[in-house]
């Protein structure tokens, strides 16, 4: 059995780690995690929703297996953050290190009430691996990046979503009817403008607001071709905004 499983609820790919006792990560998790995601878009999955089932969503990597050569960061970096479709990350529990790396590829997280999040990796002597550093200086500024990844403390999903690296904290019970709600709603949604608005904020962050305006006109190019922008003009002007039916073409 692997440490994901992965099944469908309508257009959601739901993506639940599964590796015990703490899904604790390692390079043939992450592996498994990226293969996971491509394999929802190539099913025709509309949105990603990625959850745990055991107590912690992630609480780190597993430092027995931990090496020098042990992951390519840049290169499942760039696989998690070109998913063609809205990512959510439903987290509980400890998301700690490489955990909540992953969480902060995603393009939204979702936090429950209890969980405890945090960079924790300076506590072993590292710098995080998988890119924290600079996710949490995009989300939140340098100043609170640094704050996070030099002291190694656990976050409550309330500060941080005040400081901008979450999108909103749900109580336990509710965290998976609302991580699945959004996840619905994203699969609902224009998937080629979705897609688009993924690549301009991706290329805003990597290469400049001027870049971003630059190539605008070339990524906008698929949406403006797509089924779904005619059926959304359509029932703009036949039956009213917010009526649009999308197939994600």
Not at 166 to 184: E, F, K, P, Y
Not at 198 to 205: E, G, M, P, Y
Not at 221 to 229: E, G, L, N, R, Y
Request: glycine residues 10%; negative net charge.
């Amino acid at each position: 059995m692997g440490m994901i499983t992965v099944r469908a609820v309508g257009s959601v790919g739901v993506l639940t780690l599964n590796n015990p006792p703490h899904n604790l990560i390692g390079s043939d998790f992450i592996e498994e995690f990226c293969c996971a995601q491509e394999r929802a878009v190539e099913d025709g999955m509309r949105a990603i929703l990625i959850r745990s089932d055991l107590r912690h969503f992630c609480a780190g990597a597993d430092v027995s297996a931990l090496d020098r050569e042990g992951v390519e960061a840049s290169i499942t970096l760039d696989r998690l953050e070109s998913i063609p479709i809205p990512t959510v990350a439903a987290v509980h529990g400890a998301v700690l290190g490489g955990g909540f790396e992953l969480a902060l590829t995603c393009d939204f997280i979702i936090a429950a009430q209890s969980a405890q999040i945090g960079s924790v990796e300076v506590a072993i002597g590292l710098a995080p691996l998988l890119g924290a550093v600079q996710r949490l200086t995009e989300r939140a500024g340098p100043a609170r990046a640094k704050e996070i990844t030099m002291l190694g403390r656990r976050y409550s999903p309330d500060v941080l979503e005040r400081w901008g690296v979450i999108n909103l904290v749900t109580t336990d019970d509710d965290l998976h009817s609302a991580s699945l709600s959004l996840a619905q709603q994203l699969a609902s949604g224009p998937t080629v403008a979705l897609n688009a608005i993924k690549r301009i904020a991706r290329l805003t962050s990597t290469d400049g607001l001027r870049a971003a305006d630059l190539a605008l006109g070339d990524e906008l190019a698929p949406m403006w071709s797509s089924k779904d922008v005619k059926r959304g003009m359509k029932a703009m002007l036949e039956t009213g905004p917010g009526t649009a039916v999308f197939e994600g073409d």
